[in-house]
T-cell receptor, first 111, second 114 residues
Framework: DAKTTQPNSMESNEEEPVHLPCNHS???????IHWYRQLPSQGPEYVIH???SNVNNRMASLAIAEDRKSSTLILHRATLRDAAVYYC????????????FGTGTRLQVFP | ETGVTQTPRHLVMGMTNKKSLKCEQH?????MYWYKQSAKKPLELMFV???????ENNSVPSRFSPECPNSSHLFLHLHTLQPEDSALYLC?????????????FGPGTRLTVL
């Protein structure tokens, strides 16, 4: 399974944009990039996913590098509720049942 | 609320006890999952069921026994556990097993084995 690398932690101030990076240099051409987050005392929740093109939804944006070896999750205006551990996960169509979680990035948001 | 509920939310058991964790999804999904989250370790996939058939058993010890009687319910039967099995056990569901399907997680059961 292809691996992802994320910083252990990041900090942001409320209402500022946050860019959460993820490196996945061994990604294959068919791997999807998924992001989940886990708020304190809760199960993970889906944030966004993409394959090649940048993606936007109500929660965040996903910017995917042209060579697909890295991606960035963008929270446009961080709120205190966005404080969580963010996981970048590669999902293969040949191994579709598996979400393989790494250690993620712990995001702290300060008022 | 994610549409996936888990009971109990907290469980303390001795090593000789037998207990069961229950998961129910109200989303009409066809796939369900058990994950284990130990302190300071990434989430680990334990079991995957699709249309009530087990499709993944991720080298989990036999003291953990899953059961999926229908597509809405998933159980994890526990017996003769060890203290190192103390963890947060998370249930999830998805529409199917294709790459686009997002997984919806329950709040988890915090298990302590004495």
């Amino acid at each position: 399974d292809a691996k992802t690398t994320q910083p252990n932690s990041m900090e942001s101030n409320e209402e500022e944009p946050v860019h959460l990076p993820c490196n996945h240099s061994t990604i294959s051409g068919t791997d999807y990039i998924h992001w989940y987050r886990q708020l304190p005392s809760q199960g993970p929740e889906y944030v966004i996913h993409g394959l090649t093109s940048n993606v936007n939804n109500r929660m965040a944006s996903l910017a995917i590098a042209e060579d697909r070896k890295s991606s960035t999750l963008i929270l446009h205006r961080a709120t205190l509720r966005d404080a969580a551990v963010y996981y970048c996960i590669l999902r293969s169509p040949y191994n579709t049942d598996k979400l393989i979680f790494g250690t993620g990035t712990r995001l702290q948001v300060f008022p | 609320e994610t549409g996936v509920t888990q009971t109990p939310r907290h469980l303390v058991m001795g090593m000789t006890n037998k207990k069961s964790l229950k998961c129910e999804q109200h989303l009409g999904h066809n796939a369900m999952y058990w994950y284990k989250q130990s302190a300071k370790k990434p989430l680990e996939l334990m079991f995957v069921y699709s249309l009530e058939e087990r499709v993944e058993n991720n080298s989990v010890p036999s003291r953990f026994s899953p059961e999926c009687p229908n597509s809405s319910h998933l159980f994890l039967h526990l017996h003769t556990l060890q203290p190192e099995d103390s963890a947060l056990y998370l249930c999830a569901s998805s529409q199917g097993l294709i790459t686009d399907d997002e997984q919806f997680f329950g709040p988890g059961t915090r298990l302590t084995v004495l």
